[in-house]
């Protein structure tokens, strides 16, 4: 019998608690027996919950309990989620999140936490919701050197783009619709600023790439700034706008880590993902590329990854698995500015003028003589070296090609 | 250290060696030690290799090394492989394959007697390649009730109908085309004739549904009937025929498992998966549809798989990590005979004969007007309901719909 605590009765806690009761049976059968729902940690009262029995307020109660084995951490952020955290490792229990920021900011820290303490730190639904990325990345394709990860990693900038791109709808308007379909919260920041995207390729990078790479070192654009203009040009040039999250090793082993968006070729598979849809590709030397897809939100997706975690740390109970890395610094990152792309421009320029500065392909679209024009370059370059080209004209829109 | 003995120095057994000699630092830091190459057996002789201290010619001198920890099985076949791998375990040392046919024969036996062993029987590499899908099925969605696996299983039949649909080609022109470029065997009856995929989706059905399931109880067929004519039928339906391998949970908890082409929506993710890659969706109860998508053959890929394999062997040495089954037997499966599915027909027949017929859609197509006519069915239907609204209709092809 192993004994679960749940922090935070939230949708992914709630959605653990179901999963857990639902799968009862299965679950023991695969986990080599019973997962029992000790507590559940939150401030509010649900008196009429099926688990109301397993309700406490203070963390204290689930700390002090040396039957309890294993922390689920479905609080979200940085503040009583670090402080928890921190507490069940140091008293000897195994935690599983789906907290990317708290991941992302402090994975170093708390994985290394878990290593002296011998027990586990696991965060499969941190990224990509249901999705299986962190294991197969850490395990499955542990003998290839990881050149680069890319994806769609969050589904309600994808949700927006595909709206844009298929309907015609504003950015404006998709955001409402995304708002009113419960996709994007009141306040869509974290989401359209590419601010969760972030979290999630620097929580993958570490992973790949062995040092933490903290989110502020990851420059990030969102897609509050894409018209319809650019989704036209785009289609007349066979690609579609997707907001990435890449991690690119470069030969000095440094790692470039930025969330844009970009233009991706109707022929690669990431530009078939659509609405809430995230899209992960791995390539590693041996294997090539590799993608993984699938819903990247939600409750139950997400709660089945926190429970697969747990039963995982069931199974292996005394025996820790080991995911950690090194820690972070300046030393570790490569600026984005020394990445060299093919580049969409449109500004407020004559096709002759873009066409003289560039010297690239000039697609159609709707802006196409109403005093703008648009150009993807043919050949790659930094972005200061596409500026400088740029000299004396003025920008509407400048995003990188996926190639 | 942990020592490995190689059995068969072939495409996938040289391509284990290269990896892991040129991954050596890596390895050994994520798997928490040394992993030492210490025997190859094949019968041949390799003067001129870097390994060529290390071939043996007598499976029982790795047999009686209590220092081989891992036995990495790329031999094949059911014959000398059998012998070796159970013997293997017998004597406690644990196996890692990329042996399909083995796998899908002989698992439940094998996977039982690791168990008994304590000792581990690993087999990623066995189904697409380098994708990761053995892991991410067993243990990240383990919290899911599958219901249905679905791929495309075979990169050369893939890429067959690939170059059938974009290049106008001829099954046998097509073919043809890809013996020249080594993606298909001189006797191509095992991939172009479905066994392969079978294999493979067999596999994939024990792990997901817990009973073994022997590719004599799953139906199988393959491209060699498709022709050109369908292709197009095809595309003016908005579809694409691919060769799946198909798992899908009855009510009743049997399970119907079966190899075949099928019409693919160009919506679905799988429609877009050409060449020679594999994709393989998992549809489970919380998480709703995942794919994985990757090149599915090759020795590279191939073999990072297996090191992957013996990576994790390693970082887990005297604990066994459980992967097994119950055995099959007739009450396991469900005969595709059942299964309801809308039918692409094409028949020696006018269009409004089959119209009245069937009273579905009529695509255009190459053969229409030329004595023949296809058909989309409306409904679902088994195979025998459909027979009998076919009856005294010659028909040219029939496909199930994947819907």
């Known amino acids: 019998m192993v ?10 806690g709630s959605g653990v608690a179901e999963v857990l009761a639902g ?22 009262d649900f008196p009429d919950n099926p688990f109301r029995d397993c309700f406490v307020k203070d963390f204290a109660a689930i700390e002090g309990d040396p039957a309890v084995d294993i922390v689920v951490e479905t609080i979200g952020g940085t503040g009583a989620a670090l402080d928890f955290t921190r507490r069940a490792l140091e008293a000897g229990k195994s ?7 708290l991941v992302a900011t402090h994975g170093y820290e708390l994985t290394r936490l878990a290593k002296e303490r011998g027990v586990c730190y696991l965060f499969e639904a941190s990224v990509g919701g249901g999705i299986p990325i962190i294991r197969p990345l850490s395990q499955c394709l542990a003998a290839n050197e990881i050149l680069e990860i890319y994806g769609i990693l969050n589904g309600t900038t994808n949700y927006i783009l595909t709206r844009m791109i298929r309907a015609g709808l504003s950015f404006d308007a ?44 990851a420059p990030t654009e969102g897609i509050s700034g894409i018209s319809l203009a650019d989704v036209d040009y785009a289609e007349s040039a066979g690609k579609k706008i997707k907001l990435l999250g890449r991690a690119i090793r470069r030969e000095d082993g440094r790692v470039c880590v930025y969330v844009a968006p970009h233009l991706v070729d109707h022929s690669d598979p ?4 659509e609405d809430v849809f995230n899209a992960i590709t791995v390539r590693g030397d041996s294997i090539g590329d590799v993608m993984f897809y699938g819903r990247g939100a939600g409750k139950l ?12 740390v069931a199974r292996n109970l005394g025996h820790r698995k080991a995911l950690s890395w090194d820690e972070g610094g300046e030393d570790a990152v490569c600026g984005v ?50 500026d400088r080209k740029l000299a004396g004209i003025e920008t509407l829109s400048v995003m990188r090609v996926l190639d």
Chains 1, 2 share one sequence.
């Open 95 to 101: 935690v599983v999140t789906s907290n990317k920021e």
């Open 174 to 217: 998709a955001l409402k619709e995304a708002q009113e379909k419960g996709y994007a919260e009141r306040d869509p920041s974290a989401d359209v600023d590419g601010h969760d995207a972030c979290r999630k390729i620097c929580i993958l990078a570490a992973i790949a790439f062995g040092r933490h790479i903290y989110p502020e070192q």
């Open 301 to 312: 997706p997400t709660a089945s990854a926190v429970v697969a975690d747990v039963m995982d």
């Open 270 to 273: 990431l530009a078939g993902v």
């Open 23 to 44: 799968h009862e049976g299965s679950i023991a059968r695969k986990a080599d027996g019973l997962i029992r729902l000790k507590y559940i940690l939150d401030v509010r």
């Open 337 to 386: 500015e020394e990445l060299r792309s093919r580049w969409y421009v449109r500004a407020a320029a004559s096709a002759d003028e873009l066409r003289i500065a560039l010297g690239g392909k000039l697609p159609a679209g709707r802006g196409t003589g109403s005093g703008e024009a648009a150009c993807l370059t043919d050949e790659a370059m930094t972005r200061g070296e596409l």
């Open 3 to 12: 004994n679960v605590a749940i922090l935070g009765f939230g949708t992914v």
